[in-house]
């Protein structure tokens, strides 16, 4: 694609470790200028003293521009203040009160740019009896239902990556790119918040209704029987995932595959309705029949009957199958790490994210240069108030 939607953006992250900076990631990699505001010297925690070489930084600020910044010193906010009138989107995920308190709250920045699109993104959310608590990603999970969800009965236990930052990510970005349409529809910029108590919703949406349907919350194994869902072991120690709710023709596929025709009459299975009121009974007897043969075979077999299902990968799988590949969801790897890509393709074509990870404070000088004679940018620099690698 010739040019990426939005070009000609210029966004200021105040945002540390996953949720805000992922959301950054996605409007970089959609053409948007991201400069990130971080503590001189140290920079975000996420970068764990590596500076532009942890990993789990670069996955989410590459392509970004470093401005390092005390932002506790009256002349550190008000250069940022200055910054203002070329800048379209604020994103911060301080805990409410705090941008405020630095002057950087949205009223004080909107009265520089009154179109200005302001996002907050908090642990609690602004207001409510637990809004000042800090909240981290798994905080996030258990709180808002995700965990127990995930879970056996009874049973609560970590879940294997960060759920929750990321899908308060993906709802911060979609809160901005709503924003800027309404923008240019109307002129002015609402203040936009969201918090991942809020976000993780969006991920338990379909557990809130079962609770509705069944009366009671649901756990891991909850949703199974109404979906027809069953991860089955083959002979190898390869594992096959089945779903077959939608279609009668699906269920008669999977016998033809299984071979079992008599459970076709079954009357415990002749129906969806029978198949999920039976399917603990369902479910051993196909857990019997899937380790009678390899996974290959199965493979083979349920892509020529058209069955619904697809093999369980873990990420290393993901990553190097052929159809990722021929998707291109995941760049090359670049020393030693591979940055995912937006899950758009515009025109057929995705946009690329710039693979270089800016140093603390990497474009300190090139980015308050903007608004700030030589005389100043010495002055600043001196005082530690502005923070540049090519300084030290």
Request: proline content about 6%; charged content about 25%.
């Amino acid at each position: 694609m010739h040019t990426l939607p939005l070009a000609g953006i210029r966004i200021l992250e105040f945002g540390g470790y996953i949720a805000v900076p992922y959301a950054g990631s996605i409007l970089g990699s959609l053409g948007a200028d991201v400069i990130k505001i971080e503590r001189p010297d140290t920079g975000d925690e996420f970068r764990r003293r590596q500076d532009d070489q942890s990993l789990y930084f670069r996955q989410y600020n590459a392509g970004k521009r470093s401005l390092a910044v005390d932002l506790k010193a009256p002349a550190g906010a008000d250069l940022v203040c200055r910054l203002l009138p070329t800048v379209d989107i604020v994103i911060e995920n301080f805990r409410p009160g705090k941008m405020d308190r630095l002057g950087l709250g949205r009223e004080h920045c909107v009265a520089v740019r009154p179109d200005l699109l302001y996002m907050s993104v908090t642990g609690f959310g602004e207001s409510g009896p637990m809004a000042l608590r800090p909240a981290y990603d798994m905080i996030g999970q258990a709180f808002g239902g995700l965990l127990a969800t995930l879970s056996d009965r009874d049973a609560a236990q970590l879940t294997g990556t960060c759920l929750a930052d990321l899908v308060t990510g993906l709802s911060c970005a979609t809160g901005i790119l709503a924003g800027l349409v309404g923008r240019a529809a109307s002129g002015s910029a609402p203040r936009i918040d969201t918090s991942i108590t809020e976000a993780i919703s969006t991920l338990t949406i379909d557990a809130m209704t079962q609770l509705f349907d069944s009366g009671s919350a649901p756990h891991r194994q909850s949703r199974h029987p109404q979906a027809q869902n069953f991860c089955l072991k083959t002979s190898t120690g390869d594992f096959v995932t089945l779903h077959l709710s939608s279609s009668q023709k699906f269920w008669e596929s999977l016998i033809d595959t299984v071979g079992r025709p008599e459970l076709l009459t079954d009357e415990r299975f002749a129906t969806y309705p029978d198949r999920v009121r039976n399917y603990a009974d369902l479910a051993k007897i196909l857990e019997g029949e899937f380790l009678l043969r390899p996974f290959d075979a199965w493979e083979t077999a349920l892509i020529e009957r058209d069955v619904p299902f697809a093999p369980v990968l873990d990420v290393a799988d993901y990553r190097d199958h052929p159809q990722v590949e021929a998707l291109g969801v995941i760049a090359p790897e670049v020393d030693g790490l591979a940055l995912v890509r937006v899950p758009w393709r515009f025109d057929g074509g995705r946009p690329d994210r710039a693979p270089r990870t800016p140093r603390v404070g990497e474009h300190s000088l090139d980015v308050a240069a903007e608004v700030c004679d030589d005389a100043e940018l010495r002055e600043l620099t001196a005082a530690g108030v502005l923070f540049s690698p090519a300084t030290r």
